[in-house]
């Protein structure tokens, strides 16, 4: 019998992360989480100036702690949140 203590390889966080799916991006410090889609949209008409959008979703778990609940959704520009992360970047 082997007494060598083997810690289990995954944690609550990795689980939950996983059970989201790739296109979930958690929240750290509550039960929420982005929700992106399979892919993204585009305007046809040409009027956004990016042309590429897509919608977040923003989403929790009921009081139950099972049941995902959609909290609001927003449209956002592909383009404006690959600059929002390279300003953070800039930052660190």
């Known amino acids: 019998m082997n007494d ?43 009027d956004y100036p990016d042309g590429d959008y897509m919608f977040v979703d923003i989403m929790t778990t009921a009081d139950d702690g099972q049941t995902r609940k959609k909290l609001c959704t927003l449209c956002i520009s592909k383009e404006d949140l690959r600059a929002a992360f390279s300003e953070v970047d800039k930052e660190q």
């Open 4 to 46: 060598e203590v083997r810690p289990f390889p995954i944690r609550g966080f990795q689980r939950w992360h996983n059970a989201l799916g790739k296109r979930a991006v958690p929240c750290i410090v509550s039960n929420r989480w982005l929700q992106f889609p399979e892919r993204s949209d585009r305007f046809e008409d040409g």
